[in-house]
């Protein structure tokens, strides 16, 4: 339903379309409310070469309120800009920004595109090691990755900002 609701909202500006999608939603509470939130991706490489400074923003979707979405493209006056994110090529594609950024040995899964409790866009991923052989990982911390800028702080479990919502994946769980 999130998806359906934001590629409306998206649809509501052609020119926006046309250019971008909506990537995966992550679920979190924002100044505690629940939220589901979508960076807007490139299309494709040419897509991504009209665009290279970055994509215009992210989608955000209610929980709770199906009436309730936005298309967020300013944060305090200023554009915003995904320009770090999966859909990209060259330096800006997320996983390969890590690594580049010193983090070439860190076990990295769940990229999980998150707001601070002001909206700011980050990445966030978490870091793990293999506790058996290659069956068994454990997480570790997190890699916080600001979308726009692409710096990147590592922290430990403990020390991981306080509006991280996810940081222990799924099937590290289950």
């Not at 998206?10 to 999608?21: A, I, N, R, W």
């Not at 929980?63 to 994110?85: E, H, S, W």
């Not at 690594?99 to 909206?119: A, C, K, M, P, V």
Request: aromatic share 10%; hydrophobic share 35%; charged share 25%.
């Amino acid at each position: 339903l999130a998806r359906k609701l934001g590629d409306k909202k998206l649809g509501e500006d052609p020119t926006l379309g046309s250019q971008v999608t909506l990537g995966e939603f992550t679920m979190q509470q924002v100044n505690g409310k629940l939220i589901l939130v979508a960076p807007l991706v490139h299309t494709g490489f040419f897509k991504y070469l009209d665009n290279v400074e970055g994509t215009p923003g992210y989608i955000t979707v209610s929980a709770t309120n199906p009436q309730d979405v936005n298309l967020v493209q300013k944060f305090n006056d200023q554009d915003l800009k995904i320009k770090y994110q999966d859909e990209a090529y060259l330096g800006e594609k997320i996983k390969r920004h890590i690594r580049d950024s010193g983090f070439q040995s860190e076990g990295l899964t769940d990229f999980s595109f998150e707001l601070d409790d002001n909206g700011y866009p980050y990445w966030v991923i978490t870091t793990y090691e293999n506790k058996t052989l290659f069956n068994t990982r454990e997480a570790t911390g997190t890699i916080v990755v600001h979308a726009m800028t692409g710096k990147c702080e590592k922290f430990s479990i403990t020390d991981s900002p306080a509006w991280v919502d996810i940081i222990q994946p799924k099937d590290f769980i289950a």
